[in-house]
């Protein structure tokens, strides 16, 4: 009893759940959408500097959000589209012939990712008038390796 008494005042006060935090750890689902997607912009930049696709798999599953994964799919996409060469397209699409044969991108994380980049490809556009041809030539290359099914190929927009 007294440890509940204890923990209710701690977690009351201001700053608290901070200090908390810091004590007890907050994983996964406990981190904010801005701080995960931080974390995943650091992964992939990470991972195109030092090419380690093991490393960037186990800081993924570190993050504990698989529910979250399909916004690595769509970063990881966008900056295939805003690169320019041929590097990041296939270290990217290295990186998701990795985490698709591990199983830990889902079909449905992956399909998520893609259909958030297919429905922005107009204002990405804006800024990347390529993007349109490469995202084309990046779904095409995702589908030939096994990493996506037909249908969402299918739905890839085109000009």
């Not at 005042?9 to 907050?26: A, E, F, Q, Y």
């Amino acid at each position: 009893r007294a440890a509940l008494d204890r923990a209710t005042v701690l977690l009351s006060m201001t700053k608290g759940g901070k200090r908390i935090d810091n004590v007890w750890g907050s994983g996964g689902g406990q981190q904010s959408v801005k701080h995960l997607v931080k974390e995943i912009d650091m992964l992939l930049k990470e991972y195109l500097l030092s090419g380690d696709v093991l490393e960037a798999e186990r800081c993924l599953q570190e993050l504990e959000v698989p529910h979250f994964h399909h916004e690595l799919v769509y970063e990881a996409i966008v900056m295939v589209l805003e690169s320019t060469g041929e590097k990041t397209f296939k270290m990217i699409l290295d990186l998701f012939k990795s985490l698709w044969k591990s199983s830990v991108i889902t079909m449905d994380q992956m399909k998520r990712g893609y259909e958030r980049v297919y429905c922005e490809i107009p204002d990405i556009n804006l800024d990347v008038p390529h993007s349109y041809s490469v995202l084309e030539r990046f779904v095409e290359e995702c589908f030939q390796a096994g990493i996506i099914a037909k249908p969402l190929r299918d739905l890839c927009p085109s000009r």
